[in-house]
T-cell receptor
């Protein structure tokens, strides 16, 4: 079974600064998909960014980018120019190519301070 | 707005009771997934339906069951409720059942409180 670990329960960053959230996973699969979801206080789960394991190029979505290290099984999220609206729980998630379920990490609570 | 709707938003009930949570997927999505978010267990996959058929099962208790109807909406039935069933229940939908990137879009969730 796959496991996803987020080692930082809480983090804080000053507005306009850059922050990196860590995620590691364990799998024996060679092809899979990785995601970062944001859960603001409204509790809605919002997809932030996704990465296909067979793509070497790191995904980027505006201020959000990932550092995908397949050999190390690491998938970190970098948020540039942090904004107050980025305050939320962030979940790293794994989905293998054969299955359908998302396996989530325990989450990192990010606070952006003015 | 993801396009996935869930009703009700909040549900308060007593131990031993039975409740039904409803989910309508995005237009065109054939797959529906149910997840449970609790303080103890975090976010856990419960079950998936694809075009009316059960496709995958996760950590779903025997007291829980689900189904997907011909119009593709889904219901999650929780019976003999216990205090520990209090959680936020999410429904998600995707176009396909398995292949490819197959992004899942989440509904707003149903907050269940068992007293």
């Amino acid at each position: 079974a796959q496991t996803v670990t987020q080692s930082q329960p809480e983090m804080s960053v000053q507005e306009a600064e850059t922050v990196t959230l860590s995620c590691t996973y364990d799998t024996s699969e060679s092809n899979y998909y990785l995601f970062w979801y944001k859960q603001p206080p409204s509790r809605q789960m919002i997809l932030v960014i996704r990465q296909e394991a067979y793509k070497q190029q790191n995904a980027t979505e505006n201020r959000f980018s990932v550092n995908f290290q397949k050999a190390a099984k690491s998938f970190s999220l970098k948020i540039s120019d942090s904004q107050l609206g980025d305050t939320a729980m962030y979940f790293c998630a794994f989905r293998n190519n054969a299955g359908n379920m998302l396996t989530f990490g325990g989450g990192t609570r990010l606070m952006v301070k003015p | 707005d993801s396009g996935v709707t869930q009703t009700p938003k909040h549900l308060i009930t007593a131990t031993g009771q039975r409740v039904t949570l409803r989910c309508s997927p995005r237009s065109g999505d054939l797959s529906v997934y149910w997840y449970q978010q609790s303080l103890d267990q975090g976010l856990q996959f419960l079950i998936q339906y694809y075009n009316g058929e059960e496709r995958a099962k996760g950590n779903i208790l025997e007291r829980f069951s689900a189904q997907q109807f011909p119009d593709l909406h889904s219901e999650l039935n929780l019976s003999s409720l216990e205090l520990g069933d209090s959680a936020l229940y999410f429904c998600a939908s995707s176009v396909r059942g398995r292949e490819g990137l197959n992004e899942q879009f989440f509904g707003p969730g149903t907050r269940l409180t068992v007293l």
